[in-house]
């Protein structure tokens, strides 16, 4: 997030410098509107997948790298998605070193002990 708002600030600043020097005749960016779009904070329940059925889409998945595909690549992605509730950005980021470790669950539901 700092980043992205000190890239913003150079981009300003190399817009400022070139009103400045004359390239432009007003900063561009002050034309600009800019409205952020709605959004829906509501979740439909009924779009949500439940733990039955997850399930059975991973071993959908991981049944696609027995004929030559990336299956298990997807499983790990799309299991990482639902399990970790993390956004598909955040899958791609985590690094191979860092991985997500998720202990299996007895039939309780809980992780299991060590």
């Known amino acids: 997030m700092a980043l992205a708002v000190l890239r913003d600030l150079r981009d300003v600043k190399a817009l400022t410098t070139a009103v400045e020097k004359g390239y432009f005749a007003e900063n561009p960016l ?3 509107r800019w409205n952020a779009p709605v959004v829906n904070e509501k979740v439909d329940p009924a779009a949500v997948p439940n733990p039955a ?3 059975r889409l991973l071993a ?3 049944h696609q790298s027995k004929r030559g595909g990336r299956g298990r690549h ?3 992605f799309f299991g990482r998605m ?3 509730a993390m956004r598909s950005a ?3 980021r985590r ?3 860092r991985p997500v470790r998720i202990r299996p669950s007895t039939s ?3 992780p299991a002990r060590r």
């Open 82 to 84: 639902y399990y970790a």
């Open 95 to 97: 690094r191979i070193t």
């Open 53 to 55: 059925q997850v399930a």
């Open 108 to 110: 309780t539901g809980r």
């Open 74 to 76: 997807l499983e790990a």
């Open 90 to 92: 955040e899958v791609i």
């Open 30 to 32: 002050l034309i600009l």
């Open 60 to 62: 959908a998945v991981a």
